[in-house]
């Protein structure tokens, strides 16, 4: 039985060493096909100013008859239409996957369709995504073309001219709905522009053919450019601005294209006219593209589950514009990459980019090159956005549905800046090609510069770390420190913010709120407990007192009903009975405008209840007074018998 399992295993491995040659050699032969291609391309972009053809007014141009040329492009379509055939064979199960993902789309923008008028109406941000689902089967299929590029890659020319003709339809059905009126001749011009480029791809194996196609697209195209450059209104719009800068710069691009394919130059003029156009054509294409894609998530934001969301209820248009310049960034970087690849010139342009980044500079032991420097500083910045963007979508969403306390949520926040920023600074200097051996014997001997230099300030920063572990104070908090009274706006590393009450600023250090002492009025809770010292003329009723100045208390809206308002007698005084009223507030922020205001309603119940506040009293003894005085001091009349002077 061993045996035989061995003779199996020993037949499968040769199977598999069989099937790993056969890998090998193909893997070999596209190698040198792609050599081939790149050494073929290299080879046609440096002889590009060199003329491959004789001049437009050759007599040998004139050879060649009709007849042969419409034999070779007979012979050329029909081997191409092969080709065409054959590839749509293959890829049926393909096609059909498109169908249902177009159909999908299609009924999903058709139901958005009938839900936007509402959302516009409501929503004023909402116009402009709204004019992509003006017409939702062209939407719909723009969005399908774009999945064919990774599905059929390798789809013959004639295949990728139909489909790219073919998306020329809805992609200016959708641009109508997005650009002004007065750029639709540059929008239908473009168009058969494309499809003479198109037809001239096809007909490729007929050099003299395309040529002549070529020379009257390229005429065609200046007696355009030059009419749209002398028709028109005024300039005014910054669409205007830009198309006419546009047109000139295409106009001078034209004429160029013109004149070295009339001198002989066809495959310099072919490199610039395709080029040139498919790099206007992916603007189009990605341009609508990402005006869909924007708009789709605009109403996704709207409605569906994340509108649901606290950042997307409060931060809506700040998402959408973010997003926005996002879908467009984006979109501006795969149009950079494709008209790269149009004009061959990604290979190079990437291969000069990377010995430009990886070239080294050295500067004793230590090596630095300006892509670890740019990977550095980009890590450094990406971990501060990373930061932002989680603390934002915490204390905007998470915090509140989780009810964090306000202390809690900004120490928890700050401790998570605290760490992304640790981490990413380590994973820059690992970027940066710093030895981290090296770096743990620096930061050794910077940690001891820092115990004795720093001390001051690493006392701060733990006092911080304390502060925002323990809690004995929150932002939000309303602390005094000193004679100094205030709200804590920010915890920072070094110090921290105290808003007083005349709207300035305190700078506390960190280490002071922990050793020193500070009266938190906030910590546990919002209440305030107001008093109000009250003294009335001797002979009034203590318990009438009482009774009026704790239901004035309680008559105040902001007086907290637990603990209840509450009057105490506190002591016989020289001129007055004193009382003390004292009541509770639950909003801290109004405690001074609650007491005067239970001040006035205290003076206008005394003065009501006939209850008076006494001044002062005092009897005044004189020992010796001269005559005069004595005399100009005596009444005209009898005194009062209980007058005393």
Same mark, same amino acid.
């Given at each position: 039985?061993?045996?035989r399992?061995?003779?199996?295993?020993?037949? =499968?491995?040769?199977g598999i060493?069989s099937?790993?040659?056969?890998?090998?050699?193909q893997?070999? =032969?596209?190698?040198r096909?792609?050599?081939?291609? +790149?050494?073929?391309?290299?080879?046609?972009?440096?002889?590009l100013?060199?003329?491959d053809s004789?001049p437009?007014?050759?007599?040998?141009?004139?050879? %060649?008859?009709a007849?042969?040329?419409?034999e070779?492009g007979?012979?050329?379509?029909?081997t191409?239409f092969?080709?065409?055939r054959?590839f749509?064979a293959?890829m049926?199960?393909?096609?059909?996957?498109l169908?249902?993902?177009?159909?999908?789309?299609?009924a999903l923008?058709?139901w958005?369709? +009938?839900?936007?008028a509402?959302?516009?109406?409501? @929503?004023?941000?909402?116009?402009?995504?709204?004019?992509?689902?003006?017409a939702?089967?062209?939407?719909? !299929?723009v969005?399908?073309?774009?999945?064919?590029q990774?599905?059929?890659?390798?789809? /013959?020319r004639?295949?990728?001219?139909?489909?790219a003709?073919?998306?020329?339809?809805?992609?200016?059905?959708?641009?109508r #709905?997005?650009?002004?009126q007065?750029?639709?001749?540059?929008?239908?011009?473009m168009v058969?522009f494309?499809?003479? !480029?198109?037809?001239r791809?096809?007909?490729a194996?007929? /050099?003299?053919?395309?040529r002549?196609?070529?020379?009257?697209?390229m005429?065609g195209?200046?007696?355009f450019?030059?009419w749209?450059? $002398?028709?028109g209104?005024?300039?005014?719009s910054?669409?205007?601005?830009?198309? $006419?800068?546009?047109?000139?710069?295409?106009l001078v691009?034209?004429v160029?294209?013109?004149?070295a394919?009339?001198?002989g130059?066809? $495959?310099l003029?072919?490199?610039?006219?395709?080029?040139?156009?498919?790099?206007a054509?992916l603007?189009?294409?990605l341009y609508?593209?990402?005006?869909i894609?924007?708009?789709?998530?605009?109403f996704?934001?709207?409605?569906? /589950?994340?509108s649901?969301?606290?950042v997307v209820?409060? #931060?809506?248009?700040?998402?959408?514009?973010?997003t926005?310049?996002?879908?467009?960034?984006?979109a501006?970087?795969?149009?950079?990459?494709?008209?790269?690849e149009?004009?061959?010139? $990604?290979?190079?342009?990437? @291969?000069?980019?990377?010995s430009?980044?990886?070239?080294e500079?050295?500067?004793?032991?230590?090596?630095?090159?300006?892509?670890?420097?740019?990977?550095f500083?980009?890590?450094?910045?990406?971990?501060?956005?990373?930061?932002?963007?989680?603390r934002?979508?915490?204390?905007?969403?998470?915090?509140?549905?989780?009810q964090?306390?306000?202390? !809690?949520?900004?120490?928890?926040?700050?401790?998570? #800046?605290?760490?992304?920023?640790?981490?990413?600074f380590?994973?820059?200097?690992?970027a940066?090609?710093?030895d981290?051996?090296?770096?743990?014997v620096l930061?050794?001997?910077l940690g001891?510069?820092?115990g004795?230099?720093l001390?001051?300030?690493?006392?701060?920063?733990?006092?911080g770390?304390?502060?925002?572990?323990?809690?004995p104070v929150?932002?939000?908090?309303?602390?005094q420190?000193g004679?100094?009274t205030?709200?804590?706006?920010?915890i920072?590393? +070094?110090?921290?913010?105290?808003?007083v009450?005349?709207?300035?600023e305190?700078?506390? /250090?960190?280490?002071?709120?922990?050793?020193?002492?500070?009266?938190?009025?906030?910590?546990?809770? +919002?209440?305030r407990?107001?008093?109000?010292?009250v003294?009335?003329?001797?002979?009034?009723d203590?318990?009438?007192?009482?009774?009026?100045l704790?239901?004035?208390?309680?008559? #105040?809206?902001?007086?907290?009903?637990?603990?209840?308002p509450?009057?105490?007698?506190?002591?016989f005084?020289a &001129?007055?009975?004193n009382?003390?009223?004292?009541?509770?507030? @639950?909003?801290? @922020?109004?405690?001074?405008?609650i007491?005067s205001?239970?001040?006035?309603?205290?003076?206008?119940?005394?003065r009501?209840? %006939?209850?008076?506040i006494p001044?002062p009293q005092?009897?005044?003894h004189?020992?010796s007074?001269?005559?005069?005085?004595?005399? !100009?001091l005596r009444?005209?009349?009898?005194? &009062?018998?209980?007058?005393?002077?």
């Amino acid at each position: 039985a061993i045996a035989r399992a061995e003779a199996s295993l020993q037949t =499968r491995r040769a199977g598999i060493l069989s099937e790993q040659s056969r890998v090998a050699d193909q893997s070999e =032969r596209v190698a040198r096909a792609l050599q081939t291609i +790149r050494a073929a391309q290299h080879a046609a972009v440096s002889q590009l100013f060199s003329p491959d053809s004789p001049p437009l007014w050759h007599p040998e141009l004139r050879t %060649g008859s009709a007849q042969a040329l419409v034999e070779s492009g007979q012979a050329s379509f029909g081997t191409q239409f092969l080709q065409v055939r054959d590839f749509a064979a293959r890829m049926g199960p393909r096609f059909l996957a498109l169908g249902l993902v177009f159909a999908g789309l299609a009924a999903l923008l058709f139901w958005l369709r +009938r839900r936007a008028a509402k959302w516009t109406g409501e @929503d004023p941000l909402l116009e402009r995504a709204n004019r992509v689902l003006r017409a939702p089967g062209a939407t719909a !299929a723009v969005l399908t073309l774009l999945l064919c590029q990774p599905l059929f890659s390798q789809a /013959p020319r004639l295949f990728w001219a139909c489909l790219a003709t073919l998306a020329l339809v809805p992609v200016v059905v959708v641009l109508r #709905h997005l650009i002004d009126q007065h750029l639709y001749p540059i929008l239908n011009a473009m168009v058969v522009f494309y499809v003479l !480029a198109r037809v001239r791809a096809v007909l490729a194996s007929l /050099p003299l053919v395309s040529r002549l196609l070529l020379l009257l697209e390229m005429a065609g195209g200046i007696i355009f450019l030059i009419w749209f450059l $002398r028709s028109g209104p005024p300039v005014r719009s910054l669409s205007h601005k830009v198309a $006419r800068a546009g047109a000139r710069l295409a106009l001078v691009l034209f004429v160029v294209i013109f004149v070295a394919c009339a001198l002989g130059y066809f $495959r310099l003029a072919n490199y610039l006219a395709a080029g040139s156009l498919a790099a206007a054509y992916l603007a189009i294409v990605l341009y609508a593209a990402a005006v869909i894609v924007n708009g789709l998530i605009s109403f996704a934001l709207k409605a569906g /589950p994340a509108s649901d969301l606290g950042v997307v209820r409060f #931060h809506r248009p700040l998402i959408q514009r973010r997003t926005a310049r996002l879908v467009f960034f984006a979109a501006t970087i795969a149009w950079l990459l494709l008209v790269l690849e149009t004009f061959s010139l $990604r290979l190079p342009v990437f @291969d000069w980019l990377e010995s430009a980044l990886t070239a080294e500079t050295n500067f004793r032991s230590l090596h630095i090159s300006l892509g670890a420097v740019l990977a550095f500083g980009f890590t450094l910045w990406l971990a501060a956005r990373l930061s932002r963007f989680i603390r934002f979508v915490l204390e905007e969403d998470i915090y509140a549905r989780l009810q964090v306390a306000p202390g !809690a949520s900004y120490a928890a926040s700050t401790l998570m #800046h605290y760490v992304i920023l640790l981490v990413a600074f380590f994973v820059a200097i690992a970027a940066l090609g710093v030895d981290m051996t090296k770096f743990t014997v620096l930061a050794g001997a910077l940690g001891v510069g820092i115990g004795f230099g720093l001390q001051n300030i690493i006392n701060n920063f733990v006092s911080g770390l304390i502060l925002l572990f323990e809690r004995p104070v929150n932002v939000g908090d309303v602390v005094q420190v000193g004679d100094m009274t205030g709200m804590i706006q920010r915890i920072g590393i +070094r110090a921290s913010i105290i808003r007083v009450a005349n709207s300035s600023e305190l700078i506390v /250090p960190n280490s002071l709120l922990i050793s020193e002492k500070v009266t938190n009025w906030t910590l546990s809770n +919002r209440q305030r407990r107001i008093e109000l010292a009250v003294g009335v003329a001797y002979g009034t009723d203590p318990k009438r007192v009482i009774g009026l100045l704790t239901s004035v208390a309680a008559a #105040h809206p902001l007086a907290a009903k637990q603990p209840a308002p509450q009057t105490l007698m506190t002591e016989f005084g020289a &001129d007055s009975l004193n009382f003390d009223v004292r009541l509770w507030t @639950d909003d801290y @922020d109004q405690w001074l405008q609650i007491k005067s205001d239970v001040a006035v309603a205290i003076s206008d119940a005394l003065r009501a209840a %006939g209850i008076g506040i006494p001044y002062p009293q005092r009897d005044l003894h004189l020992r010796s007074i001269d005559a005069d005085v004595a005399e !100009a001091l005596r009444p005209s009349a009898p005194a &009062d018998p209980g007058q005393n002077v």
